[in-house]
């Protein structure tokens, strides 16, 4: 999966891609989503600062879009996770 991610087993899941710490990917594989948390963020967080998490997984109906901008790719959120979605400027302010 080139560098951009990582597999880990979770127990009762199995193996998932998550996005390889310190990175922002700059692909996304066919057939699959890319979801971040609700963790603040900006638009080049790298996954795993300050508890902001990105993973891969199946398109479904507990993620919807999300045009915070991150990674500058296609990406989506998952429903319900609280509303900081929106990036913090480079400096960290909103």
């Not at 390889?20 to 795993?48: C, E, F, I």
């Not at 993973?55 to 900081?84: F, Q, T």
Request: glycine residues 12%; aromatic residues 6%; proline residues 5%.
């Amino acid at each position: 999966m080139r560098n951009d991610y990582t597999s880990v087993e979770v127990k009762g899941a199995g193996t998932v891609a998550i996005v390889t710490t310190g990175k922002v990917p700059t692909w996304v594989p066919d057939g699959r989503a890319l979801v971040h948390n609700h963790v603040r963020h900006t638009t080049r967080t790298g996954s795993g600062n300050n508890g902001f998490r990105a993973w891969l997984e199946m398109p479904s109906d507990r993620i919807e879009p999300c045009d915070c901008g991150w990674s500058g790719l296609e990406h989506y959120k998952v429903k319900g996770m609280g509303a900081n979605t929106r990036p913090m400027t480079e400096q960290g302010q909103n």
